[in-house]
């Protein structure tokens, strides 16, 4: 064969591969981002159980991570190694305390794509959970905490008194549903509500907030400071909804991440 002859079909080879990286690249900017959900404390994956159909309706792949409700760093690097696994954009979504695990989870994971709070903490480097709920006046969570169940190592888990977990948590909750989700509670480590944040994702993310106006876990007001601060894409109050929103209102909640899903993928497209 003449050097002519190889020097084509070398050219051919070489047109061949980069047309198929090209159409590979082309699908991996159109593919459709996987939602990925953090619970927060208190909570378990369960409580993105109304949420979850209507996203998978709209064809969305959904990951509704178990928390470990142990520490920021550590349930943060929990999280984060689950997103390493996905193949393709994700939209990474978290509920109260989950809000800060995945301000700092995202860190470092190219695929994640947008962030969406969802009644949750976005805190700033340095910051805690258990300073941004004294920030401003309205939190009532601290009277129904149960007494404190010891650990080995010093730190203690918290649950929230049955009897009291309706008004400062679900208040807007059928009875059954509040009775139910406070039977199933999962405990938090107070060290993680005290535990300060790294830098946070939120900064060069976009991000997509939605809350309630009666949340008395989180005041409305340190919702609406968090999402000046991180210049959300959009802000929605839901009127009289607590903190639980993604329960009492799966719809708004679903319809929020799915706006975010959207830009990203338009984003990403063109």
């Known amino acids: 064969m003449s050097r002519l002859s190889i020097s084509i079909l070398f050219a051919a080879a070489l047109c061949c591969l980069l047309s198929t990286t090209h159409a590979a690249s082309a699908t991996e900017r159109t593919r459709t981002p996987t939602i990925v959900l953090v619970h927060g404390a208190f909570a378990d994956a369960s409580s993105w159980n109304g949420v979850i159909p209507k ?23 929990y999280v984060s190694a689950i997103l390493k696994t996905i193949a393709g954009p994700v939209v990474l979504v978290g509920h109260s305390y989950g809000g800060a695990v995945i301000s700092n989870a995202a860190v470092g994971n190219d695929n994640v794509k947008a962030l ?10 340095g910051e805690s959970a258990f300073g941004l709920v004294g920030k401003f006046p309205g939190a009532t969570l601290g009277d129904a ?7 080995a190592g010093g730190a ?15 208040a807007d909750l059928p009875v059954p549903a509040v009775k139910l989700a406070a039977a ?7 060290a993680a509500f005290k535990e300060p944040s790294g830098e946070p ?5 976009p991000s997509w907030f939605i809350y309630g106006s009666a949340d008395h876990a989180i005041p409305a007001a340190s919702h609406a400071f968090m999402a000046e601060r ?10 009289g909804a607590s903190h639980v929103v993604m329960l009492s209102h799966p ?7 799915s706006e975010a899903a959207s830009a990203i993928t338009s984003a990403t497209a063109s």
């Open 184 to 190: 199933t509670q999962r405990p938090i480590t107070d």
């Open 201 to 205: 994702a939120w900064k060069t993310l």
């Open 230 to 239: 991180a210049k959300a894409r959009r802000v929605q109050v839901i009127n």
């Open 251 to 257: 719809a708004e909640v679903a319809k929020t991440i």
């Open 116 to 125: 969406v709070f969802v009644a949750g903490f976005a805190p700033e480097a």
């Open 156 to 170: 203690n888990d918290l649950y929230i008194k049955q009897s009291q977990f309706r008004e400062p948590f679900a």
């Open 145 to 151: 905490l149960a007494p404190p169940v010891p650990l």
């Open 55 to 77: 996203l998978q309706a709209d064809g969305y792949e959904v990951i509704a991570v178990a928390n470990p409700l142990r520490s920021v760093s550590s349930d943060s690097a």
